[in-house]
Each structure stands twice: as structure tokens, then as C-alpha cells.
């Protein structure tokens, strides 16, 4: 919905046809407002449209400057967010490679143990068979 908010600039009144609130508008009119009275104080030669233009240079000043920030923070975030892919891809395959050697690692604990346990039943028969021998002596 178009609103129409009236202000007054430099003690010209306006009336401003926008979709903003009268609140939003009524803010902005008066920092311009503030601006083009404190660069007409003590420079009497200046008129109120050079004034306006050296308020309209300041404002397109910020918002390039503003604008660029935006767009090194937007890249900055981009940046970051395939770092942090990266990483996460780094550590899920850092996961895998570690639950595999788990599993190696329990697998190799197994046939160790079976190995033991066959060696102890090898040395087990070897001792009853010198047992035998002896006892047939």
C-alpha cells in the first residue's frame, strides 16, 4: 500500500508517495534534514541544492563503500562455508578410515587369539606325548 508522508527538508515541505512506514521516511528526511543545515552553517555562500548535492555525494559514498563490505563478507562466508564442507568431508572419511582400522584391528586380535589358542593346544598334546614317554620308560 502507497503512503503519503509529508516532510520538511531544508524548510521546504515535501510530500513522499512510498510503500515504507511514515515512521521510516520521517527518519530519513530528518537526517537529511540535520545534514544540509549543518553543511549550510558557517558556509554561507553555499546554496541549499549544492548542499543537497554534497549530502546526495556522501550518501552514494557510504553506500558504495557499504555495499563492497557486503560483497567481501558475502565472499568471505562463501569461503567459509566450503572450508567447512571440506572439513566435513575430511572428517567423515577420517571416520570411515577409522571405524575400517577397527575392524582390522578387532579381526587381527581374533586370529591372534585363535593362533595362541592352537599353539597352547599344540604345546598342551606335546606335553602329555612326553608325558607318555616317560611314564613308558
Do not use: H, W
Not at 503512503?3 to 521510516?24: C, H
Not at 543545515?37 to 553555499?46: H, R
Not at 582400522?101 to 606325548?129: C, G, I, P, T, V
Amino acid at each position: 500500500m502507497v503512503n503519503k508522508v509529508r516532510v520538511n527538508i531544508a524548510g521546504a515541505p515535501y510530500a513522499i508517495a512510498t510503500t515504507d512506514s511514515e515512521t521510516y521516511i520521517t527518519s530519513l528526511a530528518k537526517k537529511l534534514d540535520e545534514d544540509i543545515a549543518k553543511l549550510l552553517d558557517g558556509n554561507e555562500n553555499l546554496s541549499v541544492t549544492k548542499a543537497a548535492v554534497f549530502c546526495a555525494m556522501d550518501y552514494l559514498d557510504e553506500y558504495k563503500k557499504s555495499t563492497g563490505s557486503a560483497e567481501n563478507m558475502r565472499g568471505q562466508i562463501q569461503d567459509y562455508i566450503a572450508d567447512a564442507a571440506r572439513a566435513k568431508l575430511a572428517e567423515d572419511k577420517a571416520k570411515a578410515e577409522n571405524e575400517t582400522l577397527r575392524r582390522e584391528n578387532a579381526a587381527l586380535r581374533e586370529q591372534l587369539a585363535r593362533m595362541k589358542a592352537k599353539e597352547q593346544s599344540r604345546e598342551k598334546a606335546e606335553q602329555e606325548k612326553q608325558g607318555e614317554q616317560n611314564a613308558e620308560d
